[in-house]
């Protein structure tokens, strides 16, 4: 756990280093994928190169799973999930919650993870059963609060439909809870529930490289992370909430049929 952890964490230093240096501004650099707000620069997929070159280097063998580049076959048991800038709209506008992502799989497992902020010059990190750090500090998320006392975060897809829905699911939970954030980066909300910094998490649409690494952390400091109605957390729903708040928000949500088409 801890090669692991070490090489996933000076990757993820180097890459969100060379990303700090070259960040654009918003320019001819940026593409679509999904829909016109759904963008990929050029840095996304040199951050991504990056950390498969390093991963390559220090582990021939492994498997890599990145944003970018997709699935790269290897002979061993180990995978690396890779997000080279989760918050790609919050990196090209300056906003400092955006982060380069790694998680270490083992037999279909995550066992290390390691997300790096690095606009706040922030590394989370844990380890399968070994608690999640923020720096040398232990991270442990808040417990005992209600529903109703809940600071919630959330995100949006970039398909409009979902967008719709996901509005209308919003304005039900906002007053229920204690308010509502919208950071922009999976990965930095669900390690701002191991840090504390709010309650709850839901989001439909994220991907495994958002979560990979970012839901371990999270997992290891006391929250529960799951889908609906019993499902694995997955692109279907991603909630994570210490348990208690975790149920409750649950029964709000599965009230809302958050999953359902426009």
């Known amino acids: 756990m801890t090669d692991f952890l070490r090489l996933a964490e000076d990757i993820a ?4 280093d060379m990303l700090l240096a070259k960040r654009p501004t918003m320019s001819g650099e940026i593409e679509t994928k999904s829909s016109p707000t759904d963008v990929v ?3 996304d997929k040199a951050s991504e190169e990056l950390i498969r070159e390093r991963i ?13 580049g997709g699935e790269e076959p290897g002979e061993s048991d180990v ?7 989760d918050g790609t709209v919050n990196f090209l506008y300056g906003l ?5 992502s790694i998680a270490v799989e083992v037999n279909g497992q995550v066992v290390a993870g390691v997300v790096n902020v690095p606009q706040r010059g922030e590394v989370y990190n844990a380890a399968l059963g070994e608690g999640a750090r923020l720096g040398a500090g232990r991270l442990r998320c808040n417990t005992g609060v209600p529903l109703a006392q809940a600071l919630v975060s959330t995100g949006f897809g970039y ?11 919003v304005a039900k939970v906002l007053p229920r809870v204690r308010d509502i954030r ?3 980066s999976c990965a930095v909300d669900l390690c701002s529930v191991a840090a504390g910094r709010v309650d709850a998490y839901y989001e439909r649409g994220v991907n495994q490289w958002d979560f990979a690494a970012a839901g371990l952390i999270a997992t290891e400091s006391g929250a529960r992370l799951g889908g609906l109605r019993g499902e694995p957390v997955s692109p279907a729903f991603a909630l994570c909430a210490a348990p208690g708040l975790f149920e409750e928000l649950h029964d709000l949500l599965a009230r809302l049929d958050p999953e359902r088409a426009a």
């Open 13 to 16: 230093r180097e890459a969100g």
């Open 182 to 184: 919208r950071g922009g």
């Open 56 to 68: 390559l280097a220090a582990r021939p063998g492994d498997r890599i799973l990145g944003e970018e």
């Open 79 to 85: 995978r690396w999930i890779v997000d080279p800038i």
């Open 41 to 43: 620069t050029t840095l």
């Open 159 to 169: 398909a409009q439909a979902q967008r719709a829905v996901q509005g209308e699911v």
């Open 96 to 100: 400092p919650d955006w982060a380069v």
